[in-house]
């Protein structure tokens, strides 16, 4: 399989309009005669889904949730990027890319990273005309803050609540158009696998979550907005609903699995507090805009926060702002959390011995508990809610977890899969990031994506298909739903002694240890070989009770749990291949004498593609060169 | 920590419900109330019993699912969303009483877990600005007072998870539509369709079966987001500027 990007040819700046232009039109009149499944909506998949219905695509939207407004995306706290330069620090759409495909390593295609970049723009401006109502300065224009790893202030933000805001912006526009008839939404909906119909994507088999019935779906096209993976850690940041099975189900039916093993782990979250915990909540790092990081010079173990003020300046190690002076406590995401966990490595981490400082007390000296307060209170009353402890008073107290995953489902610049009339946005595609994303980019890769993108690549795919439907009569369909029918059935009937969560939390420790912030030749052999015997176990061993026909959501989480699970052993397999360190994904075999992350682009300039080749078979690898015509690779620094 | 539960369990929305009892052993205080409840339903699963079928997702106190009436109140005793409740509120072995939200336009679909879908359609009868993707004026365009925008971001932060409706002795919804109502007719992006929109989601709402609000404030006082009753001064006045003028909507349709 040649995989082809379909990277519009000539310069950067003018690839994404000539591309514009050269893609065909659905003539207005028959654009009504096109049938579009949206599946998820989060940003990408609600803003996808608005944009379709406006433009007279039938739309079906499913979501898992009760209501779409529930998406995932509605808990990022940051910010969003744009190039818009209205802080006139030297911003401009060539430095967002350029920092993008810097920030994630030189892992990600320059073509599409600018076609980012460059509708960034556009999605403020969109976001506005909502009514979302993005902070703004005394003189009435939109306020910007500066966000992890970028030396420019162009992240907009409402409060520590923009993904709520502007979630709830393309949840608008999507109501507008349930309203207006052009989308047909199904909430408590699962989607369970795809349909190919004469090669092409043309259907979905899902689950009602609250009858249980399993259903068919025809379109003519389908999009995947499902959202990425990080909850086969068990532990993450991710929303307990988070999964791969839409994704995971279309890589087995045919679409290449791009770069799996790009996992980010987030450094500002609220430690483990117990073997209960079930979830890892995330501290905006935009707390590092004025936090600053520290551990005692010498390890003090068990140090509580309520005691960290005894503690003299002479005696702590600001370790970002020593090791990094020019970016201090700023560095990329990558690059601070692996610092925290290695204060932790030599016995210097603080509380459970897991955990750095995140200290406000400069800040509050400088600017006034009121300042700080209104930039942050309400990521401050989170973290006393969860930890009982006051961060005005004493400094929070941080550790990396596990937040975001680069890879997902490989999509061509007009974001198909390998399968055509299957398409994947947002997080759930593997496209923008490269190897490490930068902070307050997965909503702008979100609603770029849905907004900006979607709406122009699809007409040239359906515009050379005829607008006749397919029936869900056809046999395609029914072997599908038999096969999901099968999967229910023999979940109901192994009732095994574990539950479906004890299965999940082994595999997330497993993950964790072996495939999470460091990953080694030996451990990843070791996760790839327990990986498979947790498999077996789980598919003799499981429990769970109830009916196919009913609110089952035992049954939701081992359909779940069954597809992290072989998910998991690819990503495994991917870190054993990739024997480089890059952005995320950090090999200890591979770094620079001063323990950074050391690329090796004469050989891994490219994203892994997989494919699958049948049940408990290897999968193939397949390589798409990444070509890098403007910006030449360099070790990056951030000293 | 020993606490004792009492939980209302209920097949499907055709059957009837009743409390069951529960105990649990090892409670530790730092848990979450949803992590007690899985822990709960990690024990019934190994002793044979059907988990206790609940709605949550973000844990993190924004997505709004998490919905449950605790001991006679929504979200618990703090003014908070359930998920981010924690058992170091409670004492050691209290008693424990979890009911789904009780309200007519919430249908109780299984246990704890209720049909909200009834919110969905009042956003669809008008919580938008009727703009298209693309054409749109550049964002600084128009601007819009610091003070004006934070208030909009107050009614906007409402997270749709119905505790104003659980709380209100007549299940209304008026704090919910309110918010919307509010932060589209605070912001100027709002204001050419604000009296439409207005009469559209409160006509929905009244035919989805929400009670009428007697300024009681039991939806302030509970709700997690800290969404004030002014957005339901403002909303009548909202209401009343419209139906006073020119306008004639019908839900449906419109003429």
Redesign the interface.
Known sequence: MKLDSKIPEGPLAEKWTKHKFNLKLVNPANKRKYDIIVVGTGLAGA?AA??LG?LGYNVKAFCF????????S??AQGGINAA?N?QNDGDSVYRLFYDTIKGGDYRAREGNVYRLAEVSV?I???????????????????ANRSFGGAQVSRTFY??G?T???LL?GA???L??Q??NGKVT?Y?RSEMLDVVIVDGKARGIITRDL?SGKIESHSAHAVLLCTGGYGNVFFLS?N???SNVTAAWRAHKKGALFGNPCYTQIHPTCIPV??D????L??MSESLRNDGRVWVPKVARPGLKAKDAAAIPEADRDYFLERKYPSFGNLVPRDVASRNAKQMCDEGRGVGSGLAVFLDFADAIKRDGKKTIEAKYGNLFD?YQ??T?DNPYEAPMMIYPAVHYTMGGLWVDYNLMTTVPGLYALGEANFSDHGANRLGASALMQGLADG??VI?YTIGDYLAGLPTEKVSTDRPEFKEAIDKVNGTVQKFLSIKGKK?V??FHRQLGLLMWEFCGMSRNDAGLKEAKQKIQTLKTEFWKDV?V??GGN??N??LEKAMRVADFIELGELMVDDALNRTESCGGHFREESQTPDGEALRKDDQFTYVAAWEFKGENQPEELHKEPLVFENVKLTQRSYK | MKINLKIWRQ??KDTKGSFKSYQLDHV?A???F???L??L??EL??K????V?F???????????CSLYINGRPHGPQQ?TTC?L?M?TFKDGETIVIEPWRAKAFPV??DL?V???A??RI???G????????G?????E?????KV??E??DS??C??CGACVAACKNASAMLFVSAKVS??AL?P??KPERKERVEKMVAQMDEEGFGACTNTGACEAECPKGISLTNIARMNREYFGAITTSYEVKVGGGD
Not at chain 2, 142 to 146: E, N, T, V, Y
Request: charged share 20%; with cysteine; hydrophobic share 35%.
């Open positions: 803003s608005a944009s406006e949730q009760d209501s779409p407004r529930r998406a995932h509605i808990a818009k209205y556009n403020i401006d969109q976001c506005v005309a909502q009514g979302v109502p993005f902070a703004r300065e005394y003189g009435g224009l939109l409402a409060r609540q993904g709520q805001q709830l949840y608008s526009a109501n507008r349930i309203a939404m909430t609250v940041t929303a307990k609903g507090s117990g209960h915990q079930s979830k909540t995330l989170m809610q969860i009982g907004y900006f709406p539950t969560d004890e429990n009770l109830g009913e609110l959501q035992e | 097949k499907n530790s730092d848990m979450s949803l992590e007690m899985d822990v339903n990690n699963i190994h044979g019993e059907e988990s079928a709605d949550h997702d973000c844990r993190e106190g924004i997505c709004g699912m908070t981010q924690h170091r679909i299984r877990v049909d909200r879908t919110f969905d956003q669809q009868a919580g938008y600005v009727s703009v298209n993707t693309g749109v004026p550049d964002a600084n128009i601007p819009i007072a610091k925008a934070d909009a971001f906007a932060a997270i749709g932060q589209l912001l992006q709002g």
